[in-house]
């Protein structure tokens, strides 16, 4: 069931059962800063965004996993891989505030990467994010993705990434 296991975390697709608390995250204003650029999403959409992951799991083995701490049933963060283009899935990753500094985005990202090119024979894997975004900058660095451009979207400065299976490190 796409269950994956690091040595302090358990990630689990998530479901519609997590729709509430899943929306609770994703509104919380140091994750939807970034996410959704400070936009407050109904959870119309939210439920919206598990429904395409759990079709994305249906048809290509990923989607949004949900993480949590091995000694805690709270939802850390979340961490995925979405298909926004035909070229290659899309990393996307955020920690409840509590849980930063841990090393948790650092851990989940590197469980789903190997997932994705070790068991799901995925060649690479692109992410991009908000030039401001120092944390998630730090994340896809300490895991070895590359940028490789820089553009203004909608007004604001994005930084892109990408990594190739052969480059995946663990820090």
Known sequence: MNLLHTDRLHLR?????????????????????FLFDDRQISSEEAQSFIEA????????????????????????????????????????????????GRGYATEAT??????????LGIKYIVADVDEPNDRSIRVLDKIGMSQTKRAIVNERPLLYYEIYAANLTNP
């Open 13 to 33: 697709p998530c479901q519609l059962e997590n729709l509430d608390s899943l929306h609770e995250l994703w509104c919380d204003a140091d994750i939807r800063r």
């Open 53 to 100: 992951s759990i079709a994305s799991f249906r048809n290509h083995g990923y989607g949004i996993w949900l993480f949590f701490d091995n000694h805690n049933d709270q939802i850390a963060g979340f961490v995925g891989l979405l298909q926004f283009t035909e070229a290659a899935p899309s990393l996307i990753f955020g920690v409840r505030s509590q849980f930063w």
């Open 110 to 119: 590197l469980a789903v990467l190997d997932h994705a090119f070790t068991d």
